[in-house]
């Protein structure tokens, strides 16, 4: 990959991506392919992390009951654990961009076949959480 290429693809916009998403989908395009091509992505994705620790074992999934029984959200916050034990290997890392990758394409289909623009409501939602900050809640 020469320098301009690396930039082409660090450069890229949302709104670049969904057109593009419009201009190479022909065989899902019914509502009906892309919602269910969404679901399979989905469950692709939880898949692939879950082979990463039944089958990889780069990852470890050690879950608990969450500690809520703190003075404030920020406590709170700082105190939750995500259960994951290791970190992906590169291998694990690269199938979980695949499936993420698909799983992005197919939600920029939905959103073209909706007129809604994908980059709008990464917006929206960057202002609501930008916003109520650690009280969204999420
Ligand atoms: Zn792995």
Known sequence: MDRN?????????????????????????????IITKLDEYTARINRAVIKSATYCGCIEIHATKQDYNRDSLEEIKNNMDDHIKGKL???CKE???????????????LANTL????????????????????????
């Open 5 to 33: 290429t690396i930039n082409i693809e660090k450069d890229i916009s949302i709104d670049e991506f969904q057109a593009q998403v419009d201009d190479v989908l022909i065989r899902h395009r019914s509502i009906l392919d």
């Open 95 to 109: 199938i979980l961009h695949e499936e993420m990758g698909a799983y992005i394409f197919y939600l920029s289909a």
């Open 89 to 91: 290997c590169p291998s």
């Open 115 to 138: 007129d809604i623009k994908v980059s709008d409501a990464i917006l929206n939602e960057y202002k609501n959480i930008k916003t109520l900050g650690i009280f969204s809640l999420k």
